[in-house]
């Protein structure tokens, strides 16, 4: 009833790919885009739950198999 609105953003895809960044230590996840060219993480947002990535998917019309894991 109460849902938040998604607003759908868009992102550079010639030069940035969808990325999560995991951490080995403790298991935090933060979702963000990688300079292909450069190599350089931008963070976006914080993973905390499948929600959380169910919510940064939507907001940049990402699939899943676009988005690739780093530790």
């Known amino acids: 009833m109460?849902?938040?609105k998604?607003?759908?953003t868009d992102y550079d895809k010639e030069n940035l790919k969808p990325v999560?960044?995991?951490s080995i230590c403790?298991?935090?996840q933060v979702?963000?885009?990688k300079n292909i060219h450069t190599g350089r993480f931008s963070e976006v947002m914080l993973i905390?739950?499948?929600g959380d990535l169910?919510?940064?998917l939507e907001k940049y019309d990402i699939s899943e198999?676009?988005?690739t894991k780093e530790y």
Do not use: D, L, S
């Open 2 to 4: 109460f849902k938040r």
């Open 6 to 8: 998604i607003v759908k």
């Open 20 to 22: 999560i960044r995991a």
């Open 26 to 28: 403790n298991g935090e």
């Open 31 to 33: 979702a963000g885009f």
């Open 48 to 50: 905390r739950n499948n």
């Open 54 to 56: 169910k919510e940064f």
């Open 65 to 67: 198999e676009e988005m």
